[in-house]
């Protein structure tokens, strides 16, 4: 499945795009995947660990709704 994500700056400004696709089932899972990708600074479309807030959306799930993913948040 293609997972789509959305780079905002803290202050609520688009940055950049970026997308990969997952071998995970469930939502939880790759919202994990994609937390684990944000502290190993690994995100498709950036470089290096940075303070964004990011928006995962997985168009093909059957549960699919968007999700947000804050720094400091668990």
């Given amino acids: ?8 700056k803290r202050n609520g ?20 995947e994609v937390r684990a990708m944000r502290n190993e600074g ?3 479309g950036l470089v290096g660990i940075n303070d964004f807030i990011i928006s995962v959306d997985v ?5 699919n709704h968007p999700h947000l993913i804050v720094s400091g948040v668990v």
């Fill in 1 to 8: 499945m293609e997972v789509e994500l959305i780079y905002f």
């Fill in 59 to 63: 168009p093909e799930h059957e549960h």
């Fill in 42 to 44: 690994n995100l498709p």
């Fill in 13 to 32: 400004k688009f940055y950049s795009r970026g997308r990969y696709q997952t071998k995970e089932e469930h939502l939880f899972d790759i919202w994990y």
